[in-house]
């Protein structure tokens, strides 16, 4: 069943900071803020609100509603980590197309101490206490890189192949004020940074920090009304714990349901004009590039050598620069390329525009549990008209 | 290659010494079966009694066919490496200053893909042993080893930290006037022990095989009694912080059951040696001990306690003496508690009766002190916590598990 | 009769009448009578520490001590032996205290021990030493002076395989002492008024067996004999009051005059 009617706008990044003594309550409450001003709406005609953050703690969805003083007839709580924005959108979506609520507020927000990062690796997830963080690497770092390892072994992926996405993505960066990384980047840099776990070197990984980020779902009608650009969605697939007997991951669940999502658009990746994928890795990249069907798997490297990923390039991807340069800023990842896909095609972007961009694809992936990311989603948008 | 472990230097006086840390030890009750497994030197996963499926990391529900039906056997440890990776950099304070540190993804052949750490002497695309053992924190981890034994196999940095291995290391056998501690004390000196002190109580007093004790090489005897606190806190003082290894050998083995006996007299003898005399020991030794695990080389590293296996259910016959080793063995348990933060062991080691003087009219099967030192010193290579030695102590062991009322009636 | 004893005290004060102590420190490390291990063991000597001016006690430094009746420097009472248990007043709580006072007898013997653990007193080497000091006076306390205390504690204890080996009284000169001297008790420097293989006497532990069978005492793992005049010196040995005790450890004090 597609989404006829039903519309993303009034995309919200909240400035990222490297460290933030405030609370998630704090980040999420300036982005509703930002949202409600964006949109032209009151607070009080949020109606349906879906949350995300690893730093909300004690709380959950239903403490911020009171806290932040909202009263919403439709309310979820989606802890998927990058997947968390394409699995909002699919929710807020059926709400608002049921009649369950008629202003969805999605929203992913997290703050970042010191000693946050440290803090949620412990009580991260019950596989990860048992059976990943007493192995040393303090985080997800060595299982990707065992996942990156095993991709180069089996389809002959170099370390510059990774490093083409990280400097193209970098070049896209140097526009958003809210990047953490402020520097061009070159390949020997990557090349030559600080190892972290091999084969993966600082460059692979993508810098933690607090930030926030919103989109608000709701009719057309609706948004034409208060007169806010919107998209339209198009398709979107989801799917969790995919393919469990690969002995290591180099799929994702989006080649479960890829058929379905260009089937659901009514469109095909070669008439996709931008692509945000979820990049804690590139690794993970280079699967999306395969699993959402922009070459066959294995093709990646191939893929990756052959096209300019910058904004005005071949192939326009991640085009405010990734987590990998803007700053991951927890649960608010999942819905970096989002905000951003949604500014290009209302013709709004913070960074520099992709020409004529008529169709997005944005794809999602999160929730390392033991030795593979078990989320993953994408979504179809397209231009207004 | 395993590059041999080099003999520790002495120790500079005017360095601070590292202090101990450990990986993350929480882990979720049902991944407490591979905290069992591990104590024992056993490789147990579970396996689905419904559909047979292996089953890593632990779960509460079979992931194939939902079954709750999932406990821990015995299973293969063979596998293939997939994938390895060496970590350079950590959040985790342990793993930070112990980089680099590898790891890899093992496929077994029994089905699960598991996350462990790798012996240096494991490659890509190698063939493995997966073993299970307690970490520095007392927590299970699994170990990849090479399919065969290497040369050097047991000095691999990572494979170190997990054992209690006697080599370079300093023991005190507390107690060296009966065989027991005599074997015990050539165990160790056999096993590469850089120092062997033993403790002697009533100098004045001769005992059988004193003669062959002080000669046995790199055994230092040492001025020490258990029944009295003086002589181990002043013990502890001279020697206190060059003891890695510390193994209790001091016994009272009397026949007699509670009601039967005639006075208190030999259970306070019991007492005095077996629960106070552990608690003598920890109180001086214990903070020092708890100090220095992380102390290079040769770092802190075990307690070790010889109980009567009828300190898990008494031995009517030897009555008194089964009390005492259960007061022990509790006592035992505590310690472990509180030396652990320090990454020191306490290895519990159960056996039956022994073949020594006060077990004599016990018929066979009996262990002999040579074996049990044996087992002993294997069991710290491995970096046990807990030992079941000989025929009799495995089988009350088996016997406890299935039905202890039984077993009450049977040794009664 | 009291300006006397006032003058007694100041005489001990002064100088005049010195004061030896007869005593061994109790110590943990001091050796006890070892028996066969199936049979009940004396308990050796152990301190534990209550408090030393810390958080378990401030400003008080005490212990708790535990030891047998028989531990270190003591006093054994009748109803120690089987031969004295149905005399009367025979425990250390019921025996007069004017017992606790008495002249001694020292024969000195450390000579024959200096090389022979194994030396046995007997009636004709009393009777030499009387020919020399005179006659035991009934009432006298007997010590026997071997030197025994100088000795490292390996050599003290004497320790071999068959037991034992530490110099001692014969049957014949404890039955002697005690019928034909009527004295006090018999007192030593080893562990054990008897000598160290009584077991193998007839009877075993004469000094024992006849001593407290006829109502005498017992001093053992005494020092400073070697600091005593064959006679005339006192001896004060009161044990402590136990209930329906065998023996107790003592302070043993001998006092002497002072040569001019």
């Known amino acids: ?141 060595a299982c990707f890189a065992l996942i990156t390892k095993n991709y180069m072994n089996l389809y002959g992926a170099r370390r510059e192949d990774f490093g083409k996405l990280c400097v193209d993505q970098r070049d896209n960066a140097l526009a958003i004020p809210f990047a ?19 084969p993966l070197h600082l460059f692979d990984c993508v810098m933690p920090c607090a930030g926030a980020e919103a989109i608000l779902v709701c009719r057309e009608d609706v948004a034409r009304s208060l007169h806010v650009p919107f998209v339209r969605l198009l398709a979107t697939i989801e799917r969790h714990n995919a393919f469990p007997d690969d002995p290591i991951q180099y799929r994702g669940g989006w080649a479960m349901d890829v058929d379905e999502l260009w089937q659901m658009a009514g469109v095909t990746p070669s008439d996709v004009d931008l692509l945000e994928t979820y990049d804690d890795y590139p690794v993970i990249v280079t699967m999306q590039f395969e699993d959402l069907g922009f070459c066959h798997k294995g093709e990646g490297p191939e893929f990756i050598r052959s096209h300019d990923f910058t904004v005005d390039g071949s192939f326009p991807h991640n085009t405010s620069g990734g987590q990998l340069s803007t700053g991951q800023a927890g649960a608010a990842g999942g819905y970096l390329g989002l905000t951003e896909a949604t500014r290009q095609l209302t013709g709004k972007p913070i960074g520099h525009a992709v020409k004529d961009a008529k169709i997005a694809a944005v794809s999602g992936f999160g929730m390392i549990n033991y030795d593979r990311g078990l989320s993953s989603g994408a979504a179809v948008l397209a231009r207004a008209s | 290659m395993t590059r041999p472990l080099e003999p520790p230097k002495r120790k500079n006086p005017l360095k601070k010494t590292k202090q101990p840390l450990y990986p993350q030890s929480i882990r979720s009750r049902t ?104 970490d520095k924190g007392g927590a299970p981890v699994m170990i990849a080893l090479p399919d065969q034994e290497t040369q050097h196999m047991a000095d691999d940095p990572q494979l170190r930290e997990m054992t209690c291995d006697p080599k370079f290391r300093r023991a005190l056998i507390t107690d060296g006037r009966g065989a027991v501690g005599q074997a015990m004390a050539q165990a160790f000196s056999e096993a590469g022990a850089s120092i062997v002190f033993v403790g002697v109580a009533d100098p004045w007093k001769p005992f059988p095989g004193q003669d062959a004790l002080s000669k046995i090489s790199c055994v230092e005897i040492v001025p020490l009694d258990v029944t009295d606190s003086e002589s181990v806190t002043e013990q502890a003082e001279q020697i206190g ?172 | 009769m009291a300006a006397d004893l006032v003058a007694f005290a100041r005489a001990v004060t002064q100088g005049a009448i010195k004061v030896v102590d007869l005593t061994q420190t109790l110590s943990q490390e001091f050796p006890t009578i070892v028996l066969p291990p199936e049979l009940g063991q004396c308990a050796p000597f152990r301190i534990e520490e209550v408090s030393r001016y810390d958080e378990r006690g401030p400003a008080w430094y005490w ?134 293989q009584a077991q193998h006497f007839n009877p075993p532990y004469p000094a024992h067996f006849y001593m407290h069978g006829k109502g005498r005492f017992g001093l053992q793992c005494l020092t400073n004999l070697d600091k005593l005049p064959p006679k005339g010196a006192v001896i004060v040995a009161a044990p402590l009051k136990i209930k329906n005790g065998s023996g107790s450890p003592l302070r043993v004090l001998a006092l002497i005059e002072e040569a001019a």
């Open chain 2, 241 to 412: 912080g060059r003891v890695d290894i510390i193994v209790n050998t001091a016994e009272h083995v009397r026949p007699g059951g509670i009601m039967q006996r005639h006075g208190l007299t030999v259970a306070r003898e019991e007492m005095d040696i077996r629960y106070f005399g552990l608690l003598r020991l920890a109180q001086a030794f214990g903070p020092g001990m708890r100090a220095r695990g992380a102390d290079g080389t040769n770092s802190a590293a075990a307690f070790v306690n010889l109980l009567s296996v009828h300190a898990l259910m008494n031995w009517p016959q030897y009555g008194g003496y089964s009390a005492a080793e259960a007061a022990a063995l509790s006592a035992a348990q505590c310690l472990r508690a509180e030396l652990r933060p320090g990454g020191v062991k306490v290895l519990n080691v159960f056996f039956g009766p022994l073949e020594t003087e006060w077990f004599q009219t016990v018929p066979p099967p009996k262990v002999a002190p040579a074996a049990l030192a044996r087992a002993v010193v294997q069991a710290l290579q491995r970096g046990q916590e807990e030992l079941f030695v000989g025929d009799i102590a495995q089988d009350i062991r088996a016997r406890l598990a299935v039905n202890p009322k039984a077993l009450e009636r049977e040794l009664g």
């Open chain 2, 31 to 134: 991944a407490q079966g591979l905290t069992a497994a591990a104590a024992l030197g056993r490789f147990e996963l579970q396996k689905c009694l419904d559909c047979d499926a292996v089953i890593y990391p632990p779960r509460d529900v079979c992931p194939k066919c939902l079954s709750a039906r999932v406990p821990f056997v015995p299973v293969r440890n063979g596998g293939q490496v997939l994938a390895e990776t060496t970590i350079r950099t950590s959040t985790d304070p342990y793993f930070r200053e112990r980089t680099p540190w590898r790891t890899g993804l093992t496929k077994l052949d029994v089905g699960p893909v598991v996350l462990s750490h790798l012996h240096g002497d494991v490659r890509e695309g190698a063939r493995v042993r997966l073993d299970l053992r307690l």
């Open chain 3, 63 to 196: 212990n708790n001590i535990t030891l047998g009746e028989h531990t270190g420097t003591h006093f054994d009472a009748p109803v120690h032996w089987i031969s004295g248990k149905d005399l009367p007043n025979n425990a250390v709580d019921t025996i007069e205290p004017h017992n606790f006072i008495a002249p001694a007898s020292v024969i000195d013997c450390s000579r024959e021990c200096a090389d022979n653990p194994d030396f046995e007193l007997t009636v004709p080497f009393v009777e030499a030493w009387e020919a020399q000091h005179g006659r035991i006076p009934p009432g006298d306390w007997v010590l026997l002076r071997t030197d025994w205390s100088k000795l490292p504690y390996p050599q003290y204890a004497g320790m071999r395989d068959d037991g034992a080996h530490t110099p001692g009284p014969t049957p014949g000169v404890v039955k002697w002492l005690v019928e034909q001297r009527d004295v006090h008790g018999f007192g030593t420097e080893t562990i054990g008024t008897d000598y160290g």
């Open chain 1, 180 to 198: 953490m990384m402020k520097k061009p980047l070159t390949l020997d840099e990557y090349m030559n940074a600080r190892p972290i776990s091999d």
């Open chain 1, 1 to 141: 069943m597609a989404y006829d009617g039903i519309v993303a706008c009034a995309p919200v990044t909240v400035s990222y900071r490297r460290f933030s003594i405030n609370s998630a309550h704090w980040w999420i409450g300036r982005a509703l803020h930002d949202l409600t001003r964006a949109a032209g709406i009151k607070p009080s005609d949020i109606d349906g609100l879906i949350l995300s953050s690893f730093t909300l703690a004690p709380d959950t969805a239903v403490g911020v509603t009171q806290h932040l003083g909202l009263t919403p007839r439709w309310l979820d709580h989606a802890p998927f980590g990058g997947a968390c924005g394409i699995v909002a959108l699919r929710r807020a979506a059926r709400a608002v197309q049921c009649g369950d609520a008629q202003f969805v507020a999605c929203v992913a927000g997290d703050t970042n101490h010191v000693d946050s990062f440290r803090k949620t690796l412990t009580t991260f997830s019950r596989f990860a206490q048992d059976a990943v963080y007493p192995y040393g690497s303090g985080g997800a770092n």
